[in-house]
């Protein structure tokens, strides 16, 4: 079974950088993509940036392209990685992270696995 488990969030200040770690605690899942997301209270989720497993390939939201955030990888470990700097208030976040074990997922952008998510709280 496939359990994706996201760490590394908590409470920062302004301007600091985090990095979010994701992977599968049952290590059952081989992904074909990986991509994480957020969701602001009282907003709807939001897409941030996902990775192709084979080749490393990325693709961020274009609403976030200023914030030179980074998404990668680890194919031993099977692990995807979020690293944030500059953070604001307005990142503020339940941040997610979800996979697809297919290509025909992935480049539907169809993720059936999902974590339950870590808190990001950023204070100024």
């Known amino acids: 079974q496939v359990r994706l488990v996201e760490s590394g969030g908590g409470l920062v200040r302004t301007g600091d950088s985090l990095t979010l770690s994701c992977a599968d605690s049952?290590?059952?899942?081989?992904?074909?993509?990986m991509s994480w997301w957020r969701q602001a209270p009282g907003k709807e989720r939001e897409f941030i940036a996902t990775i192709h497993w084979p080749g490393g390939g990325t693709r961020y939201s274009g609403s976030l392209s200023d914030r030179h955030w980074v998404i990668s990888r680890d194919t031993d470990k099977n692990a995807v990685f979020l690293r944030m700097d500059a953070l604001r208030l307005e990142d503020t976040a339940v941040y997610y992270c979800?996979?697809?074990?297919?290509?025909?997922?992935?480049?539907?952008?169809?993720?059936?696995?999902w974590g339950h998510g870590t808190q990001v709280t950023v204070s100024s």
């Open positions: 049952g290590r059952t899942f081989s992904p074909y993509g």
């Open positions: 979800a996979g697809a074990s297919s290509a025909e997922d992935y480049f539907s952008s169809r993720y059936p696995y």
